[in-house]
């Protein structure tokens, strides 16, 4: 498996055709597939669908979500990652889920600052990224890595608070 990243505790890795039963354990639960689009936990369908996305959003525009694993013995913590939002904008959106027995434990700051400095450092174009408006823990991650908030954007139905990557924004 080649390293996309690496963090002082993670790597991020490219998916395995076989990975759906990893997505799937991570979406399993409300609790971690509340914020998600749909708002429910995924089926397998719907872990499968995803797996196909994000190598055709790889092979594509050469970046997408990520399988994150622990350096210390690789173990599946998540998903992380930098996603094409709006093809005629060049607009591109980190994302980042966690499984629930890993949050609390700053994986989500770690992941979105690495993900910043990578992104630019390829100087790529504009970087959002939205939560759910009930996310604040996402929000706090968010500008917790330096990004700021501004105008909300309707997605799946809600009202979104969005953040982006600005060029004075700090990651320490």
Known sequence: METILETERMRLVMWQPDDAR????????MATSRFMSGGEPWNMKRCEERIGQWFREQAEDGTTKYKVLSRDGGRFIG???ISLHDRAT?????????????????FATEVARALIDWFSARNMGRL???????????QHVLRKAGMRQIAPRHIDGFVAPTFEMGATNSNS
Request: proline fraction near 3%; charged fraction near 25%; hydrophobic fraction near 35%.
């Open 22 to 29: 990893l997505v799937h354990y991570l979406h399993l639960t």
């Open 79 to 81: 998903r992380a990652g």
């Open 90 to 106: 060049g607009e591109y959106e980190m994302g980042y889920a966690f499984r629930e027995d890993e949050w609390g434990k700053g």
């Open 128 to 138: 959002i990224a939205f939560t759910h408006p009930d996310n604040h823990a996402s």
